[in-house]
């Protein structure tokens, strides 16, 4: 039985339609959160997801924008706040990879990963933000007037060849969500990042899928499996509780130890 730290708020996650996304946005609704699951794509999924977080007793609704897209990302934070009242939890989440070796990258791939995966994040941050400043605190439901979370990657740190891309989106939103740390504090939001290694999610398929692929991957990581999107939901309701209302800035990486670097275990 989980615990209900978070009832009586609202989460919004992007991306909430499969991966990370889903099990974030079915953490919080477990957490008794209610829950605003954006997809951009695959609508069937995303409604599979809100019957299931309805199935825990909250409310969940599914709203599709681009979150690349201005228009799209106010007309959403619209909608979630004339369905809600208000929104206490952005649950930055979604992102894409276009990998390719840097001489080859095309700029279309550059700008695509650029414009979902860091553009998203600053776009709908900054509604969230200013939802938080026009409700002001709510006592009733958290120590925080908000909560952001944005969804980095162990690659905010390790560099990757192939996916030059990506790898600087996500060094981006580390400088992206300290600087929204530090110039909104005051006003009790708190912002920070999950830093996830290898999930199973179809984001890397190619990496787990065959016992060759999987074994290869299981060098990277000490603890010797791959993870699971639950295991980043219960993060993200750990950082969206008061349970860390006193995290702010923090970039927390959950790669069963892929940032310890394995491959200097012998040698170095
Ligand atoms: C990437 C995955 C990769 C993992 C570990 C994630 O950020 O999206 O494709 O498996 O990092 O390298």
Excluded at 45 to 62: N, T
Excluded at 65 to 91: C, N, R
Excluded at 107 to 131: H, M, P, S, Y
Excluded at 189 to 208: E, K, L
């Amino acid at each position: 039985m989980a615990d209900k730290k978070l009832t009586g708020q609202t989460a919004l996650v992007t991306g909430a339609n499969s991966g990370i996304g889903a099990g974030v946005a079915k953490s919080l609704g477990q957490a008794g959160a209610n829950v605003i699951v954006n997809y951009v794509s695959k609508p069937e999924d995303a409604e599979a997801v809100v019957a299931e977080i309805k199935g825990y007793g909250v409310d969940a609704l599914a709203l599709m924008a681009d979150v690349s897209k201005e228009d799209q990302v106010q007309a959403m934070f619209k909608q979630a706040i004339d369905h809600f009242g208000t929104l206490d939890i952005l649950v930055n989440n979604a992102g894409l990879q276009r990998d390719a070796k840097f001489h080859e990258m095309t700029l279309a791939q550059w700008q695509l990963v650029i414009d979902v995966n860091l553009t998203g994040q600053f776009l709908c941050a900054r509604e969230a933000i200013r939802e938080f400043l026009r409700r002001g605190p709510r006592p009733e439901v958290s120590k925080a007037t908000g909560k952001i979370i944005c969804m980095s990657s162990v690659h905010e740190l390790i560099p990757w060849a192939g996916h030059a891309n990506y790898a600087s989106t996500k060094g981006a939103i580390k400088m992206l969500m300290q600087s929204l740390a530090q110039e909104y504090g005051d006003r009790k939001i708190r912002v920070n990042s999950i830093c996830p290694g290898a999930i199973q999610t179809p984001i890397n398929t190619a990496a787990w899928s065959t016992p060759e692929a999987y074994n290869s991957l299981m060098t990277l990581v000490p603890y010797n499996r791959i993870g699971q999107p639950d295991d980043i939901g219960n993060l993200a309701v750990f950082l969206a509780s008061d349970d860390s209302d006193y995290i702010t800035g923090a970039s927390i990486f959950i790669d069963g130890g892929m940032t310890v670097f394995e491959g200097f275990s012998t040698g170095g």
